[in-house]
């Protein structure tokens, strides 16, 4: 996020001195504090409490597959109801189920790249298959790594973060990773992975047969996005709504990168841009301020504050008046 606003900055003709500092620093540190808001929501669904936020750059996508979930899916068919046949009991287990699905993808991958490409150029010399069957293990063997990261998380920075919660900012939480989701629904990590990757894939077909830039769809991106939007979807839709939420998820970060493009200055000569949805709504938000003119980013990045600032004394306002009224009727 911290680039991505610094390019955006420097390509408004701030420069790269203590105003791109400044305001790029009041425009991140209160856009990160914004986009766990938004989650907040739908967390208290996934995780049944309240202890804990989402910290991650694809918060707004998340946001939006919660809201299409709520709107369009059913909340009583959740993803992790699905009636696995005896025979394929083993799929239940996360770690058999990721290692095979991403087996069915490194093997396409690899096929479409072609055998002399991946032997001569990956893997040293290694079958293609067999490559592309070790890089879906290993990918496998990193997830579970990172669920236990996540679970040691959980259980060790939260009561650690009670000082600053009780202290310092009362009712604060700390916003965390996005792999701290994936233990609450493993059926919708697969599911919403699976759908927001054909997505890309598509999306990259349909751009090739239109001609504009072609956004390559990344496996990692649409992993733990993909899989956020599915588990997002599924708190407030069920299976419909882990499908709807990480379909839609999937067309923001394929199409989206289209239009943050003109706004990245000379980062875009590098044939490279951003994926996740807070780097690519606000990013295309700040850039076309940027077009503007310094001044406008500089005002734009100012009221930005201000409004949230102002939101949020209202809504602690009116939360305490709520209590408040409890309590006297009590």
């Given at each position: ?141 990193r997830f579970v790594v990172v669920l236990q990261g996540v679970r040691m998380i959980l259980a060790e920075i939260i009561p650690a973060f009670q000082g600053i919660a009780t202290k310092l900012v009362p009712n604060s939480k700390p916003a965390l990773d ?120 500089i005002c734009g990045i100012l009221a930005f504050v201000v409004i949230i600032f102002a939101l949020s004394f209202y809504l602690n306002s009116r939360d305490k008046r709520r209590k408040a009224m409890s309590s006297e009727k009590n």
């Amino acid at each position: 996020m911290s680039c991505l606003t610094a390019v955006i900055l420097i390509s408004a003709h701030l420069g790269t001195g203590w105003k791109t500092v400044l305001f790029g620093g009041l425009f991140e540190g209160t856009l990160l504090t914004v986009t766990p808001a938004l989650c907040q929501p739908f967390m208290r669904k996934i995780t049944g409490g309240d202890t804990v936020a989402m910290g991650h750059t694809g918060n707004i996508g998340y946001a939006i597959s919660g809201l299409m979930g709520k709107l369009f899916g059913n909340p009583k068919k959740t993803t992790e109801d699905l009636k696995i046949p005896k025979s394929l009991g083993f799929l239940r287990d996360s770690t058999v189920s990721i290692t095979l699905l991403m087996s069915i993808v490194y093997i396409i991958l690899a096929i479409i790249a072609g055998p002399h490409f991946v032997e001569t150029k990956l893997s040293s010399g290694t079958n293609y298959i067999v490559y592309a069957l070790t890089q879906a293990g290993t990918f496998a063997a990193r997830f579970v790594v990172v669920l236990q990261g996540v679970r040691m998380i959980l259980a060790e920075i939260i009561p650690a973060f009670q000082g600053i919660a009780t202290k310092l900012v009362p009712n604060s939480k700390p916003a965390l990773d996005v792999p701290i989701i994936f233990p609450y629904a493993p059926n919708a990590v697969l599911l919403g992975f699976f759908v927001s990757f054909i997505v890309g894939t598509l999306s990259m077909l349909l751009m090739v047969i239109l001609k504009t830039t072609v956004i390559i769809p990344g496996v990692v991106g649409h992993f733990f996005c993909g899989a956020a939007a599915g588990i997002y979807g599924n708190s407030t839709g069920g299976r419909r709504g882990a499908v709807i939420g990480s379909a839609v998820n999937g067309l923001l970060i394929s199409w989206l990168p289209l239009l943050i493009l003109p706004v990245l200055g000379n980062l875009k000569m590098a044939a490279s841009t951003f994926a996740d949805t807070d780097y690519l709504i606000p990013g295309i938000l700040l850039g076309k301020l940027g077009q503007a003119g310094p001044t406008a980013i500089i005002c734009g990045i100012l009221a930005f504050v201000v409004i949230i600032f102002a939101l949020s004394f209202y809504l602690n306002s009116r939360d305490k008046r709520r209590k408040a009224m409890s309590s006297e009727k009590n």
